[in-house]
């Protein structure tokens, strides 16, 4: 496809990001974040939780356990894609999750802070190594691999959290809480970050230091970390000296201000705007920009909404989303994705179908999915 078309795509992604901010503007301030999020679509995303589990209550063993401050879990997520036209239409890809929080003012004394541990077990194929995406068909693909991901301490001083150890930002920054019933990984954390500074990003995570500042109206993150990825399954074999610093202002709990800069790959900006509209309905939109002529993307945009849980049928959620990449050069040139899924709860069992819709420079896609994950 010539890259005009793809062009085209901008003023439509501008005019849904428009009419999402528009709408937003005039409706009050959101409730406080959730530390669980219900729709969360992947145990790789923050918050994730389902409230029941296959294998049961353990004999009360489980709430025993979390009484006392220990909360492990394990899930498993398989995904089937279907793509008319590539080499291979058909294509299976799975990860399992296996997690351990810890609640040190339950298990030790209550002027301690957490600790939380998670591995991964990934295993199959996407499709973005032969669609050439920037975004990434699916947030749980990634090269297979059995692998140590987080593993940090948090500690509360005042109105401060500190964090500390093996850590991911994308578990801490440009956060839209209302775009994580999206299987594709730019809803998750924008492709202009995970493309231009490859990581910390799912499925690694590097040594690190973060810190927030809650206050009534308004949250302050700051970070860094180790900018290289010298690992061997998710353990650290080095540290090469070039740190990646992020810095986020949150405003009324809605609004979202920050920035990054990579030593060695360069600086970018974005804002969020994330908000519950009514009961069902909430809506995002995020932008940023990547000034150096050295990185990949240059500009980014997304914009959405989630309904649910509910109207139709409790603890189901639809997602909607847009997003547009804009990058430097002409090898690559403009993308555009449109994506719609309908994620289905049944206590320990989710399954979610999924559609996309991906224009690149040479080609169109019509992406089918369905992601079926399992809380044992």
Request: net charge negative; glycine share 10%.
């Amino acid at each position: 496809m010539p890259r005009n078309s793809s062009r085209r795509a901008w003023p439509l992604a501008a005019v849904v990001a428009a009419g999402t901010i528009g709408v937003m503007a005039s409706t009050s301030p959101a409730r406080a974040e959730l530390k669980e999020d219900p729709c969360a679509c992947s145990a790789n995303k923050p918050g994730f939780f389902r409230r029941a589990q296959l294998t049961g209550d353990w004999d009360d063993n489980r709430d025993a356990l979390k009484d006392r401050g220990l909360v492990p879990q394990l899930t498993y997520a398989g995904e089937l894609f279907v793509t008319p036209g590539l080499r291979r239409d058909l294509v299976y890809a799975g990860l399992a999750v296996l997690s351990l929080d810890v609640d040190l003012t339950k298990l030790v004394a209550e002027s301690l802070g957490a600790i939380h541990l998670s591995a991964l077990g990934i295993h199959g194929s996407g499709l973005s190594e032969e669609l050439g995406d920037l975004y990434g068909v699916s947030g749980n693909v990634g090269p297979s691999d059995v692998r140590l991901f987080e593993a940090w301490i948090e500690q509360p001083i005042w109105k401060a959290t500190l964090r500390l150890g093996l850590v991911s930002a994308d578990q801490e920054f440009i956060l839209a809480r209302h775009s994580t019933a999206l299987l594709n990984a730019t809803f998750g954390i924008i492709s202009q970050a995970s493309v231009n500074i490859l990581g910390p990003v799912y499925p690694v995570a590097r040594p690190g230091a973060s810190a927030r500042l809650e206050l009534p109206a308004l949250t302050v993150r700051a970070a860094v970390y180790d900018g290289d990825q010298l690992e061997s399954h998710g353990v650290p074999t080095g540290i090469a000296g070039h740190p990646l610093v992020m810095g986020e202002v949150e405003l009324y709990e809605w609004i979202k201000l920050g920035f990054w800069h990579h030593m060695a790959l360069g600086s970018g900006y974005y804002a969020v705007i994330d908000h519950q509209l009514d009961r069902y309905l909430g809506a995002f939109v995020r932008g940023g920009d990547s000034p150096n002529a050295n990185e990949t993307v240059s500009h980014y945009v997304d914009a959405g909404i989630r309904i649910g849980p509910g109207p139709f049928r409790k603890g189901d959620f639809i997602g909607l989303g847009v997003a547009y990449v804009r990058t430097h050069g002409m090898e690559l040139g403009d993308q555009s994705l449109a994506e719609a899924t309908y994620q289905a709860q049944f206590g320990w069992l989710t399954i979610q179908p999924d559609f996309q819709l991906l224009v690149l420079r040479d080609r169109t896609a019509a992406i089918a999915a369905t992601r079926v994950t399992l809380v044992f």
